[in-house]
DNA sequence: TCAATATTTGAAGTTAACGTAAACGTTATA
DNA sequence: TATAACGTTTACGTTAACTTCAAATATTGA
């Protein structure tokens, strides 16, 4: 339980919020590889901040595929990048979705504000917070 | 071709770089609900607007049921709101997940920055613009 | 009018990201 | 030792959001 010390899967889940099948699929599709005191897996501090990294681009449509390619950039050593112009396009691609990304979020948030104006209007008795 | 002028199947789906048979697929979800001339569907500006929210609403991960339900209220008429308390919690559901998201693209951003800069470091020799 | 092109419907197939179930091994403890 | 709690693998099931295909029908240009 202590800072630092390798969590079980059920732990890692629990802090999370994920279940213990997602881990292992994580696994499969290759974003996380923990140890294994025998069959069993132990997750390091990596692993965590690895699967923060993986939920976050979930979370920002991503897919699992891409999030691998970006965890693996993350971690590659200088021999391992074979075709820079490729990879930093792709970066490229990323930073222009998740610019248009920020860009909808401000207008839908927008957007809630006025149907939130809106259902006042149309439902007025209606308790309203700090009015 | 005109500007305000009923747009074919085809002109809209170009337009927005979507597949005819997704048109008809999300007129099936209720998202959109184009004339007909015959059988032939014709597509207003309102159909347009419609469809351009529900493409913001799908790069933001929403699903197509709740982008249904936010365009619905968006055209509600007072008598329809049956449950305005459910749906203020809602929207707030939504905002609070709009602004997560809107967090995580920032962050994803920096990262994407952060991880640039490694390539760079890996690959040095690379061609690099305005550095 | 007639061929070429566009549109329609229905149904079945696809993919990602898991969920669910079965059958089994491991460990703690009563 | 048994029994509960947790872990494992393998394999099949599920859902959303389409795509692909087929076959019929409609519209348009010469």
Redesign the interface.
Known sequence: MLHGAPYTITELAEAFEVTARTLRFYEDCGLLDPERRGRTRLYSERDRKRLR?AL??K???FSLEEIKE?LD??H???GQ?TE??A??AR?EA??AR?????E??????D??DA??A??DR??PG??RRAG
Chains 1, 2 share one sequence.
Do not use: F, K, S
Request: hydrophobic share 50%; proline share 5%.
């Open positions: 990294l976050r681009g979370r920002l449509g970006m950039l993350h590659a050593r200088p990048v820079p112009d990879l930093r970066i990323h930073r998740l610019t248009q990304y920020r909808d979020a401000e207008i839908a948030l957007w809630l149907l939130e809106r259902l149309l439902v209606a308790a």
